[in-house]
Structure formats: structure tokens, C-alpha cells
């Protein structure tokens, strides 16, 4: 509950135009004063956030007002989901058969500035193996940027629904998750693919990720 004051009162700022794209917001620690809520209340409604590109997370600079649009608020599938149940083996084969063509379309496609954002989560990645939450923003991020990198907007919208409900069950059971380097690397492996244009290698590495991360959820299951 207090995680969602939080994104109401960012949500406030921003469409009161007190804050702009590109604004930095103010630090963790004045947030929970002005909200009324605790640090780890503020840092999981910014996760939030940040998930849906609202705002942008920058390690060591601060918390920022995204300057892209943000993605649409309502999910279809997520009705569908409370309605009749998506079962994990079946989101992750939605996964492969969307996320495979996407990697590979990717190596064919991705310019600089796209494999720069890609690599830039793969270094988050890195950096935040040791917090779970933080990780977890950033791998969504880092299959967003994949998408974004294949260049076919519709794809990379039906990739965003089915990793929102990715998101939503994952963010409650990664609390206690130790693989994330592991994970780590082998988000940096389908980076160097699509960076060197393998195309065939960046669906081989993006299908042995999502393979490895759905038996690593049945044993947490």
C-alpha cells in the first residue's frame, strides 16, 4: 500500500507538470518525508515506476522523469490473467516465441544508440547483483531495449504484456533469489550476439536464457 502513495505522489508531480522529462526527482530520503512512508517504500514504488518507463534510474546520479512515453497503464492480459490464470510454463512460451525473433531481429537491425541502451543494462545488471529488486528493473529493462532494438513496434508491444505479468509475479518471490550473476552473464552474452550481428547466436543465447530462467523458477516454485 505504501509503495503505491508513492507512485501516486510521483504520478501527481508529473502530470501537474511540476516535473518534466528529463527533471531529476528529489532524493529517497526527502520523498519518504514529504510522502510519509519508509525508504524501502519509496525505492519499491520508484522500481515500480521505472518498470513501466515512468522514470529512469541512474546509478550514482539519482532518479529522473523518463523522456520517452511511458507504456500504456492498462494491460489486457492482465485481466485475462485474474480471470482464467496464465500458468509460469505458459508466459515463458509466449516469451521464447516472441523473444527469440526479437533478439535475432535485433542482431540484424540494432543501431548504436539501441546497443548502447542494451549494454547499459547489462552494466546495471552487474552493478546490482547484490540487490534483487534493482536487478529485476533492469533485466525487464534490458528486454525492452532488445525489442526497441528489432524495430517492429507492434512485437515489441506484445512482449511488453506478457513481461508485465512476468514482472508482477516475479517482484514477489525474487526476495530470496543468489543467481543473479549468473543471469547477469547470460544477458551479457546475448548482448555480444546481437552486437556482433549473429543473428542465428542471439536467438540460440536469448532461448537458453529464457530456458534456464523458467527451470530456475520451477525449483523456486
Same mark, same amino acid.
Given at each position: ?6 507512485v501516486a ?7 501537474s ?11 529517497e530520503? &526527502?520523498?519518504?518525508q514529504?510522502i510519509?512512508?519508509? @525508504? ?17 534510474? @541512474? ?30 510454463d ?8 516472441? &523473444?527469440?525473433?526479437?533478439?535475432g ?9 539501441e ?14 547483483v ?8 533492469h ?8 525489442a526497441?532494438?528489432a524495430?517492429?513496434p507492434l ?11 512476468f ?9 530470496d533469489?543468489q ?21 542465428a547466436?542471439?536467438?540460440l543465447?536469448?532461448?537458453d ?13
Amino acid at each position: 500500500m505504501a509503495a503505491k502513495l508513492v507512485v501516486a505522489f510521483v504520478r501527481q508531480l508529473i502530470e501537474s507538470g511540476e516535473f518534466r522529462a528529463g527533471d531529476k526527482l528529489p532524493p529517497e530520503r &526527502e520523498l519518504a518525508q514529504l510522502i510519509g512512508v519508509s @525508504r524501502p517504500s519509496v525505492r519499491a514504488g520508484l522500481q515500480s515506476l521505472a518498470t513501466v518507463g515512468i522514470v529512469d534510474s @541512474r546509478r550514482g546520479a539519482g532518479t529522473f522523469v523518463a523522456e520517452g512515453p511511458p507504456l500504456l497503464d492498462v494491460n489486457p492480459l492482465s485481466l485475462f490473467s485474474a480471470l482464467h490464470g496464465i500458468p509460469q510454463d505458459e508466459l515463458f512460451e509466449a516469451r521464447r516465441v516472441i &523473444e527469440i525473433d526479437l533478439a535475432g531481429l535485433a542482431a540484424e537491425r540494432a543501431g548504436g544508440d539501441e546497443l548502447a541502451a542494451i549494454s547499459e543494462e547489462v552494466m546495471e545488471m552487474f552493478a546490482s547483483v547484490d540487490d534483487v529488486h534493482r536487478f529485476l528493473v533492469h533485466d525487464i529493462r534490458f528486454h525492452r531495449a532488445v525489442a526497441e532494438a528489432a524495430r517492429n513496434p507492434l512485437l515489441g508491444a506484445i512482449m511488453e504484456m506478457v513481461a508485465d505479468l512476468f514482472y508482477d509475479h516475479r517482484k514477489t518471490t525474487v526476495d530470496d533469489w543468489q543467481r543473479a550473476p549468473e543471469a547477469a552473464e547470460q544477458h551479457r552474452r546475448i548482448y555480444q550476439a546481437i552486437k556482433a550481428g549473429d543473428v542465428a547466436n542471439a536467438r540460440l543465447e536469448m532461448g537458453d536464457h529464457l530456458t534456464w530462467a523458467q527451470r530456475d523458477q520451477r525449483m523456486e516454485d
